[in-house]
């Protein structure tokens, strides 16, 4: 399936890196979200846009950054990451994001911050 | 606070029959899902739950009891590609999903 896209699927970054995740959804969808998932965790909510509005922010520290620049197409700016940010960063989408629709996801970004 | 519990593993054997259990606490609730999720694959959407019973899709059923707080997932006629992580969700009254950690589960020959 190619309905939510990620890139890159893997990341290997220093401290000090400034890299970004895309995320691209081909599901006519109006809201995306994206979360961390840590092995054995479960998923953890960092950000949803809805029509490109930010709704959601759950005390994300700024090291991270979102950009939602149309409703397809959504980042995650990263910079001075610390080594507990290591994760899976996964992108979805949902029709909307205020009433009971299913989330499709991505297959993730694999991050290691070194 | 809000709060899904779900097995960390489980092993079955191929052919057989697995129940995977889901309880949660959560501020209000708009319905419960289960997603499946191959190592290193994205999350796929396997079934919802809003109303009391049993939904069947296949060889996968979802049970609800709201009163219990109580989900699970029944996987008959088990097959090797059903290994994968089983992860329980619930929509609470903000529309957000709350997320059990996942079950794991392993099928042997």
């Known amino acids: 399936e190619t309905g939510v896209t990620q890139t890159p699927r893997h990341l290997v970054m220093g401290m000090t890196n400034k890299k970004s995740l895309k995320c691209e959804q081909h599901?006519?969808?109006?809201?995306m979200y994206w979360y961390k998932q840590s092995a054995k965790k479960p998923l953890e909510l960092m950000f949803v846009y809805s029509l490109e509005e930010r709704v959601e922010n759950n005390s994300v520290p700024s090291r991270f950054s979102p950009e939602c620049p149309n409703s397809s197409h959504l980042f995650l700016h990263l910079h001075t990451l610390q080594p507990e940010d290591s994760a899976l960063y996964l992108c979805a989408s949902s029709q909307t994001s205020g009433s009971v629709d299913t989330q499709y996801f991505g297959p993730g970004t694999r991050l290691t911050v070194l | 606070g809000q709060n899904i519990d779900q097995p960390t593993e489980m092993t079955a054997t191929e052919g057989a029959i697995v129940q995977i259990n889901c309880t949660y606490q959560t501020s209000g609730f708009n319905g419960l899902f289960w997603y499946q999720q191959h190592a290193g694959e994205a999350p796929t959407f396997l079934s919802y739950?809003?109303l009391d019973g049993l939904e069947e899709k296949g060889r996968f059923s979802s049970f609800l009891s709201r009163s219990k707080g109580y989900s699970y997932l029944l996987l008959k006629e088990l097959q090797m590609k059903d290994s994968a992580s089983y992860l329980c969700a619930v929509m609470d009254s903000n529309y957000q999903l709350i997320w059990g950690a996942g079950t794991k589960l392993i099928i042997k020959p």
């Open positions: 739950n809003v």
């Open positions: 599901l006519g969808h109006n809201a």
